[in-house]
């Protein structure tokens, strides 16, 4: 199912445009290194093909887990004797650049320099880090992304009609098609694994088909065998097929519906009411079900303002701490950052203090209850200030006892007004005593 040409080639439209540097390669005679960097499945080793494929050249894969510098310097070698003696270019791909060390990058800088070869790396890691700077700096790099959902449908129904696939001899049930969407995680070649693994165990559908399965010849009538051939069912690839096939359980998730928002709903609850085990029920609930980390990550963060607070206010850390973990190395080992602080979180005393505070406030100045800022607290650093009277009489509070200075600070409007109320929750309970004091003192009596 490898595409022949950059047409077929599924996603990654950011760098397949007109006059995008893999257009140019594929157009242009003129030899050109680049490197490849995205998670895997998401088309490198095809886009290498492809540009082999489409310009004529001739394809050398190398791998960096088993290759060393002689076989990077043989294959160089051969490319120089095919380019020298019949002039056609050579394409050379190494897989997993990465693991080359610097004397096996080494042995490619000349061949890059001299354009002995189309170089193409590939890489599931940053480059810079990975990626010593001469070939870097010699070479184009272009960022690959995960395929979306609609990129993987794309992938499975050719997959299954096209003949160079399963040519129509299965047929996808919609259930199965969304499950195998969902365990591909945004990986082609993980799909299509498991496409094949299911058709391996489809059995004959029951009752009528759903019409002709798209790849199938069609026979002439009258013949006897041809109609037996139509008649016989199609076998019918299910969810419980897909389940059997990769032993993974589907789990029934739409994430535009009723089960994205139950789910997650269920999950800030079980937080809020501290009971960890079904709060990490649902988190793998949502992880299995392909729900996008950065999502989860996102109300981990909210909830640990919202509803932990000043009761804990290490949570917020460990929650912000978590989304960018799961920003930096994903899934799957981004689920243990996630489950560390969903952990932290519902085990955190719980305070909705800091919601409830400036959801007053909020409330206040859209009431209009707003007035003029204090003259001693308004800036006085501009030429014309001191004329009019802007920072007279402000006292700066570390010139005073415990840096504490009794003066009005809020406008008059809402001079009496009291936003935040601690409770006596947790790490919250001194916090509540030492304003109760501060708000006395700046009040006063």
Request: glycine content about 8%; charged content about 25%.
């Amino acid at each position: 199912m490898r595409p022949r040409n950059l047409d077929e080639v599924i996603g990654q439209r950011h760098l397949l445009g007109p006059g995008t540097p893999l257009r140019r390669l594929v157009e242009s005679e003129a030899p050109m290194s680049l490197f490849l960097w995205g998670p895997p499945g998401t088309g490198k080793t095809t886009l290498a093909y492809v540009v082999s494929n489409v310009t004529k050249r001739r394809f050398v894969e190398v791998s960096a887990v088993s290759a060393g510098v002689k076989d990077v310097r043989a294959a160089i070698d051969n490319a120089r004797r095919e380019l020298g003696m019949s002039g056609r270019q050579t394409v050379l791909f190494v897989d997993e650049v990465h693991r080359f060390n610097k004397a096996q990058q080494d042995a490619l800088l000349p061949a890059v320099e001299n354009r002995w070869v189309t170089f193409i790396g590939a890489t599931t890691e940053n480059p810079f880090f990975s990626v010593i700077s001469p070939l870097l700096s010699r070479s184009l790099l272009l960022t690959l992304e995960s395929l979306s959902d609609d990129d993987i449908r794309v992938v499975l129904e050719r997959a299954v009609s096209d003949p160079r696939g399963l040519g129509g001899r299965v047929t996808l049930a919609p259930e199965a098609m969304e499950h195998l969407v969902r365990l591909a995680g945004g990986d082609a070649r993980r799909s299509l694994t498991y496409l094949e693994a299911a058709a391996l165990l489809a059995e004959p559908s029951e009752g009528p088909s759903d019409g002709p399965s798209e790849g199938l010849l069609e026979l002439p009538e009258g013949d006897d065998d041809a109609s037996a051939a139509q008649e016989e069912p199609v076998p019918r690839i299910t969810v419980e097929g897909v389940e059997k096939a990769v032993d993974k359980a589907a789990v029934r998730y739409d994430r535009q519906g009723d089960q994205h928002y139950d789910v997650i709903s269920a999950f800030i609850k079980s937080m809020r009411g501290s009971d960890a085990d079904a709060a990490l029920h649902y988190l793998a609930r949502m992880i299995e079900a392909g729900e996008d980390p950065r999502f989860i990550a996102r109300r981990i963060v909210i909830f640990a303002s919202e509803d932990v607070g000043m009761a804990d206010p290490t949570c917020l850390q460990t929650a912000v701490a978590a989304a960018q973990a799961v920003q930096l190395i994903g899934l799957p080992e981004g689920q243990i950052n996630l489950a560390h602080a969903v952990i932290h979180c519902a085990m955190a005393p719980k305070s909705n203090a800091v919601v409830k505070a400036i959801g007053a406030a909020i409330g206040d100045v859209r009431r209009g209850l707003i007035g003029q800022v204090p003259g001693h607290l308004r800036d006085a650093h501009y030429p014309g200030a001191a004329k009019l009277g802007h920072g007279d009489g402000y006292k700066y509070p570390h010139d005073f006892d415990h840096g504490l200075v009794r003066q009005e600070y809020a406008p008059e409007q809402v001079r009496e007004r009291r936003y935040y109320e601690p409770t006596r929750h947790g790490a919250e309970a001194p916090v509540a005593e030492r304003w109760a004091k501060i708000r006395d003192f700046l009040r006063g009596p």
